[in-house]
């Protein structure tokens, strides 16, 4: 199996920083795409940030020049760097990655347990 585990939430104040991690153990023989979503209270999961083996990424228009994502393929980690966070931030933020746990087949769609990210001052 495959365990996707996240840090980094936390409170932090509008205009601030904060970084989030992922990291991927288990059985894992390749990852291909690596995300972070987001959910607001009582409203739908969104994507914020993908970025592929590759390295491409592609971002949410209500993030776009504040966050950044970025992966380390030899650790199997991915990362989202907020700066310049907003009160409308404030979600629980899952981390997401498309994981083949062999070298055949189609890759299997594994989430983190989610980290809570509060932005207020």
């Known amino acids: 199996q495959v365990q996707l585990v996240e840090s980094g939430g936390g409170l932090v104040q509008p205009g601030g920083s904060l970084r989030l991690s992922c990291a991927a153990s288990g059985s894992i023989f390749s990852i291909g795409a690596m995300a972070w979503h987001r959910q607001a209270p009582e409203k739908q999961r969104e994507l914020v940030a993908v970025?592929?083996?590759?390295?491409?990424?592609n971002y949410a228009d209500s993030v776009k020049g504040r966050f950044t994502i970025s992966r380390d393929n030899a650790k199997n980690t991915v990362h989202l760097q907020m700066n310049s966070v907003k009160p409308e931030d404030t979600a629980v933020y899952y981390c997401?990655?498309?994981?083949?746990?062999?070298?055949?087949?189609?890759?299997?769609?594994?989430w983190g347990q989610g980290t809570q990210v509060t932005v207020s001052s």
């Open positions: 997401y990655a498309a994981v083949k746990t062999k070298s055949w087949g189609v890759p299997g769609v594994y």
């Open positions: 970025t592929t083996s590759g390295g491409s990424t």
